[in-house]
Nanobody, 123 residues
Framework: QVQLMESGGGLVQPGGSVRLSCAVS????????IGWFREAPGKEREFVAS??????STWYGDSVKDRFSISRARHMTFLQMTMLKPEDTAVYYC??????????????????WGQGTQVTVSS
């Protein structure tokens, strides 16, 4: 059983930056590809970014390309968010699955979810 725990959310001003962290436990991080999704009030859960277990390949949603960056260490995955906009306000979820490319296509490929962390972009 893989367990995921997000941290790092909070209130950020437009144009600001924040880094989210995802701690993976219960299984080797090397066995899972990791992704980030977000869900804003009244909207469907949206793919944000994913990274392969090797860390060599990454995928990004169109709305966050060139602003967000995903990376990973031994048991941690990070989402660096820059040039934040009010429309980035959402609950951000860490997710584990077999293939990062599949996570980029659909949340149905997610095997395990974290509990989520709120990011609010507002002045």
């Amino acid at each position: 059983q893989v367990q995921l725990m997000e941290s790092g959310g909070g209130l950020v001003q437009p144009g600001g930056s924040v880094r989210l962290s995802c701690a993976v436990s219960g299984s080797s991080l090397d066995d899972s590809d990791i992704g980030w999704f977000r869900e804003a009030p009244g909207k469907e859960r949206e793919f944000v970014a994913s990274i392969s277990r090797s860390g060599d390949s990454t995928w990004y949603g169109d709305s966050v390309k060139d602003r967000f960056s995903i990376s990973r260490a031994r048991h941690m995955t990070f989402l660096q968010m820059t040039m934040l906009k009010p429309e980035d306000t959402a609950v951000y979820y860490c997710a584990a699955g077999s293939r990062a490319a599949e996570l980029a296509k659909s949340s149905s490929y997610v095997d395990h979810w974290g509990q989520g962390t709120q990011v609010t972009v507002s002045s």
